[in-house]
């Protein structure tokens, strides 16, 4: 079973306008070689229309939008907005919006619904805080939030979407995974996925890991039977340690 290969730089509240192009363009121009991994960026949304101009083989995508069509929700953008910008791809459930901005299960569940009523491409985020960890409950906790937000599409809509797994203790921090831990939890998920889809969706379904990946470690998780890829913060704001980590496979 092949499946896709993706590395995802999540700029977050990151960058100027022409920094963010600056960093577009080289990245684009030296990965024009890398045909066996998709390179999907996350920049500042306002920055979509600009980027689309210049983004060549990369795809965009953005970090959060509502899930509503339109209407009254001030300060807020649609998918249909963002698709008429040259996103192709939305993170939900990433720990910052969940943590910071209060986002529950049932609002991540509706962004997953409305991302696939639009064919937006959804990256999945979930993971567990440090005292999760600390208490060996990081299966139990990660599973839920598969099964709270994730696990209620079709087998159709599933095979539309991208897991990042992302122990939040790891984000930022500088403190990755072990290559065991990141294994361990990565063949779990593919497991819950196994086990209320099939086998067959499981193996198809990339998997990534987020928190801490860099052009140092990203070869040894991406060597992980069950990494597909990375979800990549810090590292993805300069061009060449994100190359070298899409060069990491
Ligand atoms: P980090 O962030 O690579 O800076 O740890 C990852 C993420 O939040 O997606």
Same mark, same amino acid.
């Given at each position: 079973m092949i499946r896709k290969k993706i590395v995802?730089?999540?700029?977050?509240? =990151?960058?100027?306008?022409?920094?963010?192009?600056e960093l577009v363009k080289t990245i684009s121009n030296q990965s024009t070689d890398i045909s066996n991994v998709d390179l999907i960026i996350f920049p500042p949304a306002l920055f979509l229309l600009e980027i689309d101009k210049i983004k060549s083989q990369l795809k965009v995508g953005v970090q959060n939008f509502y899930p509503?069509? =339109?209407?009254?929700?001030?300060?807020e953008i649609s998918i249909a907005q963002i698709k008429n910008c040259g996103a192709s791809h939305a993170l939900i459930g990433h720990s910052e919006r969940r943590e910071i901005f209060h986002e529950s299960e049932?609002?991540?569940?509706?962004?997953?619904?409305?991302?696939? !009523?639009?064919?937006?491409?959804? !990256?999945f985020c979930c993971g567990e805080p440090l005292h999760i960890r600390e208490n060996n409950s990081q299966f139990t906790y990660v599973k839920q939030q598969l099964i709270d937000s994730l696990f209620h599409l079709s087998d159709d809509e599933i095979l539309k979407c991208v897991v990042a797994y992302e122990p939040i203790w790891a984000i930022g921090t500088g403190k990755t995974a072990t290559i065991e831990q990141a294994e361990e939890m990565h063949s779990e998920i593919r497991s819950w996925i196994a086990e209320y889809y099939s086998q067959e969706i499981a193996d198809s379904i990339s998997i990534l890991y987020g928190g801490s990946c860099n052009g140092t470690n990203a070869k040894e998780l991406f060597a992980c039977p069950n990494v597909d890829g990375g979800l990549i913060g810090g590292a993805s704001l300069q061009a060449e340690s994100f190359i070298t980590i899409a060069r990491s496979f």
């Open positions: 995802a730089g999540n700029w977050k509240m =990151n960058l100027q306008l022409e920094q963010a192009l509503k069509e =339109n209407g009254a929700f001030t300060g049932e609002f991540i569940k509706q962004k997953v619904d409305a991302a696939i !009523i639009h064919t937006i491409g959804v !990256i």
